[in-house]
Nanobody
Framework: QVPLVESGGGLVQPGGSLRLSCQGY????????IGWFRKAPGKEREAVSCISSSNGKILYGDSVRGRASVSRDTAKNIMYLQMNSLKSEDTANYYCATDSVVGSTCPLQELRLWGQGTLVTVSS
């Protein structure tokens, strides 16, 4: 089983919303800082959000601040990324990642584990 599996992507119109999920397998997401990243064709990888393990610190990238929120469901071992007021420039493959360091905090200094991602396309 792949340790991190993302879901929830799809086609959405500008101004719409999506909730992306990052399911952890084989380890508890609560024990690690988990970041959301996105990669669009021809663009550099961008940090979208990060939630720390030990102190609950949350960071958001400048391009999504005010439109994104992250949360954890400890019982389900899932981390969510809620994206609102989506824009065409939000189109990208979104994936979650961790540095695999117990008790780590944001921002992530190194990505050691990540999923395959879920594709978000914002278009009318």
């Amino acid at each position: 089983q792949v340790p991190l599996v993302e879901s929830g992507g799809g086609l959405v119109q500008p101004g719409g919303s999506l909730r992306l999920s990052c399911q952890g397998y084989g380890f508890s997401l609560d024990n690690y800082a988990i970041g959301w990243f996105r990669k669009a064709p021809g663009k550099e990888r961008e940090a979208v959000s990060c939630i720390s393990s030990s102190n609950g610190k949350i960071l958001y990238g400048d391009s999504v601040r005010g439109r994104a929120s992250v949360s954890r469901d400890t019982a389900k071992n899932i981390m969510y990324l809620q994206m609102n007021s989506l824009k065409s420039e939000d189109t990208a493959n979104y994936y979650c990642a961790t540095d695999s360091v117990v008790g780590s905090t944001c921002p992530l200094q190194e990505l050691r584990l990540w999923g395959q991602g879920t594709l978000v396309t914002v278009s009318s």
